[in-house]
């Protein structure tokens, strides 16, 4: 197969529906829909979009679970020449607030709920719109309800219909390869999110370096229950597979026993998971009585013995992954044919067009194989955080290198090895959280001092968060209360799992007055295991 010709993701799709026009690209629920339906779709909402006065460079936020209109939304907004700003489905309304806030998109499309998450009822909490989001010129809701002050996004698709084909055609044909096709928030070590901004024509060369590795072929099908508005999902496993010519079997939000359904049923080849996701099904009843022998490979991520229980889950040829959102999800992985210790010990070698390098985390300066470094990323990496130039000033360096943040290591054969993570950042089930912005949340809770939070050591999520807590003199605090707000606020995964109270001398200090979080890190990890055998001690 023939690496795609196109460089635009709406070129791409065309590309695709000429050249497989029959050819399954989603199914979802009881949808099934080709590449020639897809593009139909597509230019129909791109006609409403465009009838509302969706323009080139104009930002469209999107806020909905995994389903099909997600995938719509995406292209078309690339067919007119905006930028999808896909948000967090986990967000809680302050979260919310400052995304749209700070991504200044003129549109947002999502669906009344996800899961338990009202957005309706947040945004109203938000006065959007109004007053509330100002930017905010409309918001469409995919829902067969209606809603005071929101379009109904049935009616903007009715609405577009009289729009001449010719318009969204010089439209599309005005979009550039380099223009910001996706902007996609991720935690940074300050206290809120950072819009990486993700160009079209990387959404297709590096993803075809990623389906080559997994050895993708026209036909192949992914089940996709990683949520779409993450990396993984919209940046790697989408392109991956349409580059390819496979289809996505579209899961609304992950749960292992349909999750095991849809890959029986679909006789699904590709297999995206986090190891949470892994061991849900391997520890779920239903297990055993499930074919999975249709999988083949796929991507996931975590420690050796980890990725073995993918492999036991039935996905003989699985690749381990690395890469940031920043570097459009991945820029090393195994390739499928690697012998299962590489495929399992290692994050594989470094994709066509990008460069990785390992690096003296002080002075920069390069480091001979086999000794412990920062990664360092160049080549498909994002076009730079969304309004903010000082962010930008730190992530890249003189020579153009994005610097990870990541410790790690590369061997005589071209293999780079993960090591840990370089700075505060706690990588939760493969997700970043900022410990700051958690902190800073935990330090406006009534009665408490002071705060700090680290990552401990987990066998399923890496690290989960760990906060030592100083309480306010004379004041008492409870564990299960704080946790509680956050969960009220804080998307899951950002809600400390343990909480030990402390006294601030406990707080190991620099003479600056900053908490040392490597030590911290090794007193909460050890704390932590104490009270885990206690409680175990306890239960027996």
Known sequence: MEMPKARTIAGLMDEMAQRYPDQEFIVYGDERVTYAQFRERVRRLAKGLYKLGVRRGDHVALLMGNQTEFLDVLFAVGLLGGTTVTVNTWYKTHELEYVLNHCDATTLIMAERFLNQDYVGMLRELKVPGEGIPAMQRVICASDKSFPGLLKYSDMLADGADVPDGEIDAAQAAVDKEDIAFMLYTSGTTSFPKG?????????????????????????????????????????????????????????????????????????????????????????????????S????????????????????????ICQCYGLTESYGNCSVNDADDPEEIRTTTIGRVLPGSEMVIGDPTTHAPMPDGELGEIKIKGYVMAGYYKAPDKNAEAFDQDGYFHSG???????????????????????????????????????????????????????????????????????????????????????????????????????????????????????????????????????
């Open 406 to 540: 990541d410790m790690g290591w590369k061997d005589e054969q071209g293999y780079f090895h993960f090591h840990s993570r370089l700075k505060e950042m706690i990588k939760s089930g493969g997700i970043n959280v900022a410990p700051a912005e958690v902190e800073e949340f935990l330090a406006n809770q009534p009665g408490v001092s002071d705060v700090a939070v680290v990552g401990v050591p987990d066998p399923v999520k890496m690290e989960v968060l760990a906060a030592c807590i100083v309480p306010k003199p004379g004041v008492t605090l409870d564990a299960a209360a704080i946790q509680a707000a956050c969960k009220a606020s804080l998307a899951t995964y950002k809600v400390p799992r343990y909480i030990r109270f402390v006294t601030r001398d406990e707080l190991p200090m620099t003479a600056t007055g900053k908490v040392r979080k490597v030590e911290l890190k090794e007193t909460m990890a050890a704390w932590v295991s104490q009270a885990e055998a206690a409680a175990g001690k306890a239960g027996a």
């Open 294 to 317: 249709s999988l083949r490979t796929g991507v996931t991520l975590g420690t050796p013995e980890l990725m073995k229980r993918a492999i036991e889950l039935g996905v003989k040829q």
């Open 196 to 292: 990486a901004q993700i160009q079209h024509f990387g959404l297709i060369e590096n993803m075809w370096g990623i389906g080559e590795r997994l050895h993708l072929v026209p036909g192949d099908r992914l089940w996709l229950g990683v949520t779409l508005f993450w990396g993984l999902a919209c940046e790697n496993g989408l392109f991956a597979l349409m580059t390819h010519a496979g289809c996505l079997v579209v899961q609304h939000s992950f749960e292992p026993a349909e999750a095991m359904a849809l890959m029986e049923r679909e006789r699904c080849t590709v297999y995206y998971g986090m190891p949470n996701m892994t061991l849900a099904m391997l520890e779920h009843p239903d297990f055993a009585r499930r074919d999975l």
